[in-house]
């Protein structure tokens, strides 16, 4: 599962990936950065925690991430 979110600070998207099949939970923010987890809840988790609708251009993209983040941890 892979999402890629405009953001208002940066022409670079910001980029949250979930690949279980790899096993590679990470976000890539917009400055560049990223994040790197050990299982897709504490990527949740983090993104829950660090990231809000006001940062993006399209707040409604960045709602329905969510919406599927946590459709997903309750099947994991």
Known sequence: ME????????AL????TIDDDNGRYTIRKSDRSGEYFNSPKELIAWV?????????????????MLA???EY???Y
């Open 48 to 64: 829950k925690t660090n990231f809000r609708e006001e940062e993006f251009c399209h707040p409604h993209e960045f709602n329905g």
């Open 3 to 10: 999402f890629s979110l405009c953001s208002l600070d940066s």
């Open 73 to 75: 941890e309750l099947t």
């Open 13 to 16: 998207p910001v980029e949250v």
């Open 68 to 70: 599927k983040l946590e």
